[in-house]
C-alpha cells in the first residue's frame, strides 16, 4: 500500500542547517499530499510543512517560514524539508505523512499514513 522512510536527521548546531529526505511507496493513486510533522520532547505532534504532490501547492507552520523549504521530484517520489538557520526549538522527531489529498494540510488527522520518523536535534 503505502510506506514511507524517513532520512537525513542528526545533531546540528544552531544557526546550521539539515535535509530531510521521505521516501514514499505509494500505489493507486497520482493525487496526493505529503506533509512534514515534528513532535519535540513534551509536546504533541504539530505540522511543519505540506505539499501537493502533484499540484506543487505548500503550507509551512509560521514559526518555519523563511527557513524550511519543502520540495518534491515526482519522478522518483521523494519528498524533502531542507532546514537551514535551525533553532533549538526545532529539535523534534520529524515524521512524513501522506495525505490522499492533492490540497495539503497542516492538521494531522488528514493523513493516513505515517513514517517512522526521524531525530533532529539542534544543540551546541
Known amino acids: 500500500q503505502v510506506q514511507l522512510v524517513e532520512s537525513g536527521g542528526g545533531l546540528v548546531q544552531p544557526g546550521g542547517s539539515l535535509r530531510l529526505s521521505c521516501a514514499a511507496s505509494i500505489f493507486g493513486s497520482d493525487y496526493y499530499s505529503i506533509g512534514w510533522f515534528r513532535q519535540a520532547p513534551g509536546k504533541e505532534r504539530e505540522g511543519v510543512s505540506s505539499?501537493?504532490?502533484?499540484?506543487?501547492?505548500?503550507f509551512y507552520k509560521d514559526s518555519v517560514k523563511g527557513r524550511f523549504t519543502i520540495s518534491r521530484d515526482n519522478t522518483n517520489n521523494m519528498v524533502y524539508l531542507q532546514m537551514n538557520s535551525l533553532k533549538p526549538e526545532d529539535t523534534a522527531v520529524y515524521y512524513c505523512a501522506v495525505r490522499n489529498s492533492s490540497w495539503p494540510s497542516l492538521f494531522e488527522g488528514d493523513y493516513d499514513y505515517w513514517g517512522q520518523g526521524t531525530h533532529v536535534t539542534v544543540s551546541s
Open positions: 505539499i501537493s504532490f502533484s499540484l506543487g501547492y505548500k
